[in-house]
Nanobody, 115 residues
């Protein structure tokens, strides 16, 4: 069964950090480009960052230098380290394959940045 399970979100003050995790199963994880997406209140889902099978990374301009994506192919897990968070980062964060996304998205993990 193909599954994506995100975790690690929470409430954090501006300037704080969080590390998100996404556990994948049911497909050849190590061969896939994996990505993090987010959907803020009243907004459409947007791409945040991605990482290739070999570890090359790409980031949305707004998060460059603050967010860092990584993966552990042995654990079928992709991570998103988020630093210097600001209220505009408040969103539900999801992971998925960048190419041919899995139709059934995970439940996401809520990140709220507020004082």
């Amino acid at each position: 069964q193909v599954q994506l399970v995100e975790s690690g979100g929470g409430l954090v003050q501006p300037g704080g950090s969080l590390r998100l995790s996404c556990a994948a199963s049911g497909f050849a994880f190590s061969a896939q480009i994996m990505a993090w997406y987010r959907q803020g209140p009243g907004k459409q889902r947007e791409w945040v960052a991605s990482i290739t099978a070999s570890g090359s990374t790409s980031y949305r301009d707004l998060v460059k230098g603050r967010f860092f994506i990584s993966r552990d192919n042995a654990e079928n897990t992709v991570y998103l380290q988020m630093n210097s968070l600001n209220p505009e980062d408040t969103a539900v964060y999801y992971c998925n394959r960048l190419i041919s996304p899995i139709a059934s998205w995970g439940q996401g993990t809520q990140v709220t940045v507020s004082s």
